[in-house]
Nanobody, 126 residues
Framework: QVQLVESGGGLVQAGGSLRLSCVAS??????????MGWFRQAPGKEREFVAA????????YYADFVKGRFSMSRDNAKNTVYLQMNRLNSEDTAVYYC?????????????????WGQGTQVTVSS
């Protein structure tokens, strides 16, 4: 019933920037009641937390390895969240996933999220 679709991935040079989008849809779904998160997964590794915004858009959280480089935002009217990624490096290469947690507080734990997108590939060349 609920679908999250990521876009904006691609190939970028080290030091470059990329903006990811996640559009949510569903019969009565609105991200205004959900914490929204970004996770990423590199080949052979577990999915890891990147960033999240709590359901009320009061707090934003970032993993240490992206602080100062990535910025997450949401547009409830468009049912869309964004991840602006700057100063990318090869370690950022991964599939990036969008997730939603009903009335969530912006957890970094994967099992706190109710819905997941299928991911968008980000490849950083060095």
């Amino acid at each position: 019933q609920v679908q999250l679709v990521e876009s904006g991935g691609g190939l970028v040079q080290a030091g470059g920037s990329l903006r990811l989008s996640c559009v949510a849809s569903g019969r009565t779904f609105s991200i205004s009641s959900y914490a929204m998160g970004w996770f990423r997964q590199a080949p052979g590794k577990e999915r890891e937390f990147v960033a999240a915004i709590d359901w009320s858009d009061v707090r934003t959280y970032y993993a240490d390895f992206v602080k100062g480089r990535f910025s997450m935002s949401r547009d409830n009217a468009k049912n869309t969240v964004y991840l602006q990624m700057n100063r990318l490096n090869s370690e950022d290469t991964a599939v990036y996933y969008c997730a939603a947690a009903r009335y969530g507080l912006g957890s970094s734990r994967r099992n706190e999220y109710d819905y997941w997108g299928q991911g968008t590939q980000v490849t950083v060349s060095s």
